[in-house]
């Protein structure tokens, strides 16, 4: 699986960005995806995971009620939408395919882009 993320940005604070990841194989429908961010100077954290089929996702506390992750199947894309948000959103984000919450834990991962929040 190839992954290709898309859609970061610089935003105010309080705005919206939708970041979209775009795979290729046939097996991106087999596979849970997540989003992870790295921020400078600090590691790589998760944000949010979303289940092979779309029906279960979980996210980190700080971004509960603000990031909605969903994914097309049929498209081979997942999508991370990003309201309310705040400087300490700043970071590169980045998708990736596996199981769980943990970063050593993916198998593939894409290039990240750039979300950069303005107070």
């Known amino acids: 699986v190839q992954l290709q993320a898309s859609g970061g940005g610089l935003v105010q604070a309080g705005g919206s960005l939708r970041l979209s990841c775009a795979a290729s194989?046939?097996?991106?429908?087999?596979?849970?995806m997540g989003w992870f961010r790295q921020a400078p100077g600090k590691e790589r954290e998760f944000v949010a995971t979303i289940s092979w089929s779309g029906g279960s996702t979980y996210y980190t506390n700080s971004v509960k009620g603000r990031f909605t992750i969903s994914r097309d199947n049929a498209k081979n894309t997942v999508y991370l939408q990003m309201n309310s948000l705040k400087p300490e959103d700043t970071a590169v984000y980045y998708c990736a395919a596996g199981l769980g919450v943990e970063a050593d834990g993916m198998d593939y991962w894409g290039k990240g882009t750039q979300v950069t929040v303005s107070s």
């Open positions: 194989g046939r097996t991106f429908r087999e596979y849970p």
